[in-house]
Structure formats: C-alpha cells, structure tokens
C-alpha cells in the first residue's frame, strides 16, 4: 500500500467537517494484474453522492511541474479507469490553498486543469476545512 500524503488526515477531518463520511481509506482500484489505490471514498447519503479523493500536497517538491505533472498523470489514470468500470464515483484531487495559489494558478495549472478537466478540492489545512470545490 502507498504511503499517505501528509495532508491526507486533514483531508479526513475536512470532509468530515463539510458534512461527508469517509467510508474508506487507500481505497483499491480494481485493475487487473495491477494494485492501484485512490486516497479517500468519502459519501454523502442525503445526496446519494460518493467522490474518491487524490490527496496531494505540493510541497518540498523539486520541481513543481515535475510534480504536477506526476499528479496529473495518476489524477487521469484513475479517472480512466474509473470510467472503463463505468463507476459513478466522482474523483477529486484535494490539494492546499497554498498550492492552488501556486502553480495550479500560474497558466500552466489553469491549462491542465481546463484540459484535464480536474476536479479539486482546495483545503485550508492549518484550519482543515474546505475552502473551494471546483468542478
């Protein structure tokens, strides 16, 4: 099993906070011959919704694209293959107002998000709660 983003429990606690319960964690993708796993199932039953969260932090990277650029790949992996199990989940990259301020604001975040069509989930994790979902 992967090894937990440092936000992820604050991620918890956020959604938590927003009214959703969290009903799994490193939540295993179905895929044959491979093991792929989505940070967070979280539900909300009086909306019959269910989101899977990529929890991704930013920080300390060396290089901010490169990181990027790694996120974003494996944000259109699971969304591939969500789509091939034909699954209703919605699938959410949950990422730090800092970050989202950062590069995910600079042209080359608004083009990938735009083009890649990323939902994500703008957290404040000094206060964990949510302060923007963009669909």
Do not use: C
């Not at 929890?55 to 789509?83: C, D, M, R, T």
């Not at 975040?109 to 994790?125: E, H, T, Y």
């Amino acid at each position: 099993m992967p090894v937990k983003d440092r936000y992820h429990d604050i991620v918890i606690i956020a959604l938590t906070k927003a009214g959703w319960t969290v009903t799994g964690e490193q939540v295993r993708l179905r895929v044959p011959g491979r093991r792929l796993w989505v940070d967070i199932r979280a539900v909300k039953a009086n909306e019959r919704l269910s989101i899977l969260v990529e929890v991704k932090g930013f920080e300390n990277a060396p290089s901010q694209v490169e990181y990027l650029a790694g996120a974003v790949g494996k944000y259109v992996l699971y969304a591939s293959i969500l789509n091939d199990l034909k699954s209703d989940e919605r699938l959410y990259l949950a990422v730090p107002e800092l970050a989202y301020n950062g590069i995910l604001s600079e042209k080359i975040g608004q083009n990938v998000i735009k083009s890649v069509q990323i939902r994500l989930i703008v957290f404040d994790p000094e206060r964990a709660e949510i302060v923007q979902w963009i669909d």
